[in-house]
C-alpha cells in the first residue's frame, strides 16, 4: 500500500465560507491596516509587512478582493499521550483560518479549516515537501487567477495571498527539518539560534 496524504483544497472551503452572508459582509467591509500609520499594532497587517502587502493587494488588483491566508501546522496525537502506542498513530495536521476575519470570529474553531493530514511517521520519512508543494500550487493559482463566489446575485472576485506559516516550536522545526530534539540541539529555538544567541537582535 502506498504512503498518502489528504488535502482538502484552500478553494473548495473558502467557496463554502464566503457564500454565507456574514462572512460576505465581513471581507467585504475590511477594517484592516487602518492603525498602521498610528503605530498600533491590533493585528498582522498593522505591522510594515501586512501593510505592504495589503498596498500590494490594492495595487495590482484592485478588481479583487484579497482573501489572506494563514497556515498553521501541528501534529495530533490521536491516542493516549501517556500509552504505549503513543507515536505510532500521531498525525501532521495542517489546518489554515482566513485572516481578513476579526480575532474574535477566528477564534471559533468552526473557523479553523482542515487544509491537509498525513501520518506523523511519513512527515518524517518523506518530509513535508509533498504537501507544502500542493499548497504552494494551489496557493499560486489563487493569487494569478483567483475564484469568483456569488451571492444574492452579486459575484465578486477574490484572490488568496499566504500571510503567515505558523506553528509551535516542535511543529515548525518538524515541518522546516530543523532538529527536533531540543536537548541536544545547540539551540533550542531557531530564532535564537538565528540571533547568535541575543533576542535583542531581532529587528
Not at 17 to 37: A, C, E, R
Amino acid at each position: 500500500m502506498n504512503d498518502v496524504f489528504y488535502y482538502i483544497p484552500i478553494e473548495r472551503t473558502a467557496r463554502l465560507v464566503l457564500q454565507q452572508p456574514k462572512s460576505w459582509n465581513l471581507i467585504s467591509s475590511p477594517t484592516q491596516g487602518s492603525h498602521h500609520h498610528h503605530g498600533i499594532v491590533n493585528d498582522w497587517v498593522d505591522s510594515n509587512n501586512g501593510h505592504r502587502l495589503l498596498t500590494y493587494c490594492n495595487t495590482k488588483f484592485p478588481a479583487s478582493l484579497p482573501v489572506f491566508i494563514q497556515v498553521y501546522f501541528n501534529d495530533v496525537e490521536t491516542v493516549n499521550a501517556l500509552g504505549s502506542k503513543t507515536g505510532v498513530h500521531k498525525l501532521g495536521a495542517f489546518y489554515f483560518v482566513i485572516n481578513n476575519f476579526p480575532s474574535v470570529v477566528n477564534s471559533s474553531l468552526q473557523k479553523i479549516h482542515l487544509l491537509a493530514i498525513a501520518h506523523s511517521q511519513d512527515l518524517k520519512k518523506y518530509t513535508a515537501d509533498a504537501v507544502m508543494q500542493c499548497v504552494l500550487e494551489e496557493l499560486t493559482q489563487l493569487h494569478d487567477v483567483g475564484f469568483i463566489t456569488s451571492l444574492n446575485g452579486h459575484s465578486q472576485h477574490f484572490r488568496c495571498f499566504l500571510t503567515q506559516v505558523v506553528g509551535d516550536n516542535l511543529g515548525l522545526h518538524s515541518l522546516l527539518g530543523y532538529a527536533e530534539n531540543f536537548s541536544r540541539a545547540t539551540y533550542a529555538c531557531d530564532l535564537y539560534g538565528n540571533t547568535g544567541g541575543h533576542t535583542d537582535d531581532i529587528q
